[in-house]
């Protein structure tokens, strides 16, 4: 099961130091992590979010790997590896984290 934790921090400087915090605790095993996102509001009331994983490459690697596949069947490995890396890396970029801000 997993629980939700939101933490208000003064500035952005010192939310990332408490999230490398965290992240040491669970290299030494006391912790567990699901993510860590730290969500900024600038000036202009739009919202930021620092995430832990790069989910555009994520995608790419992911798309790579299955176009790949996807490749070798019609004997094109290379052209569906290149349109699986830009596809996954599209839909890694337009993907949606679960988090909703409401202004």
């Known amino acids: 099961m997993s629980d939700?934790?939101?933490i208000a921090f003064p500035n952005e400087q010192k939310a990332e130091?408490?999230?490398e915090k965290l992240l040491a605790?669970?290299?030494?095993y006391l912790i567990e992590l699901g993510d860590a996102v730290i969500a900024v509001k600038d000036d202009k009331g739009r919202v930021k979010l620092n995430?832990?994983?790069?989910l555009t490459a994520a995608g790419a690697l992911s798309g790579g790997f299955w176009g790949m596949l996807?490749?070798?069947?019609?004997l094109m490995p290379l052209v569906g590896t290149a349109l699986g890396?830009?596809?996954g890396a599209l839909g890694g970029a337009l993907s949606d984290t679960g988090i909703m801000t409401i202004s």
């Open 85 to 87: 890396a830009a596809s």
């Open 70 to 74: 996807i490749g070798l069947i019609f």
């Open 25 to 28: 605790l669970q290299k030494e």
């Open 51 to 54: 995430q832990m994983m790069n």
């Open 4 to 6: 939700l934790v939101f």
């Open 17 to 19: 130091e408490v999230r």
